[in-house]
């Protein structure tokens, strides 16, 4: 036993893909496509995706938020994992991405369970909590602006049942959160961020390592 953390190298990473169930084909497709992008850096890796998926089928979601979908990779994961009824509720601000998740989506027959809502994420889970929505989503998944982080938190903690998760990526950060030469203002976003998470009384939360560090915050009473 140790309480040393693994250091994952090179073979490690490609052992632990090698013991992974296969990537779905679509969601290989999609992630081919995607690295063609300029932004390609901003997709999940199929470690996450399959964590996202288990989330949802360990947490029985039927209702789920996602804040930022890119090319729709993680979506598309959470929606292969929901029942036929569940549905999440989507926001980005880009049309031309989003149209690239939608064609996947549709392709995987899971379209009709998007509600994909194109505005700034904040309006749209404050439109939700206006009608009354509050404390019926059983899970979040946060990976946006950094800027905002700690808003789309507060927002979406409002939105998901009590003994609901909220997951938030990239809280590693590429290892910058741990430079202290690093004080770019979106470093400084995902350090504040960190740091509220470990006081905030709303939550049981874990900062792991998983990808590049997503942190898993599940609603208290």
Not at 190 to 197: D, L, T, V
């Amino acid at each position: 036993m140790t309480t040393k953390p693994l250091e994952m190298t090179e073979e490690l990473v490609a052992y632990v893909r090698a013991m992974q169930i296969k990537e779905p084909e679509i969601l290989a497709r999609l992630a081919e496509e995607t690295s063609k992008d300029v932004k390609a850096h901003m997709r999940l890796g199929w470690e996450q995706g399959r964590f996202l998926m288990l989330l949802a089928r360990l947490t029985q979601a039927k209702r789920t938020l996602e804040i930022g979908v890119y090319t729709g990779y993680s979506a598309l994961c959470v929606a292969l994992a929901l029942p036929p009824e569940g549905r999440i509720t989507a926001c980005d601000v880009s049309v031309p991405w989003t149209d690239v998740a939608r064609r996947y989506w549709r392709e995987a027959g899971v379209e009709q369970k998007v509600d994909l809502r194109i505005a700034p994420a904040l309006d749209t889970l404050e439109s939700l909590l206006d009608a009354g929505l509050a404390g019926t989503y059983d899970m979040a998944f946060i990976d946006a602006d950094k800027g905002n982080y700690q808003n789309y938190f507060d927002k979406c903690l409002a939105l998901v049942r009590p003994g609901g998760v909220v997951a938030v990526d990239n809280t590693l950060w590429y290892g910058r959160v741990v430079d202290p030469d690093n004080n770019d203002p979106e470093t400084l976003a995902i350090r504040a961020f960190n740091e509220r998470m470990r006081n905030d009384r709303r939550v049981d939360a874990c900062l792991t390592a998983i990808g590049d560090g997503m942190t898993l915050a599940v609603k208290l009473g």
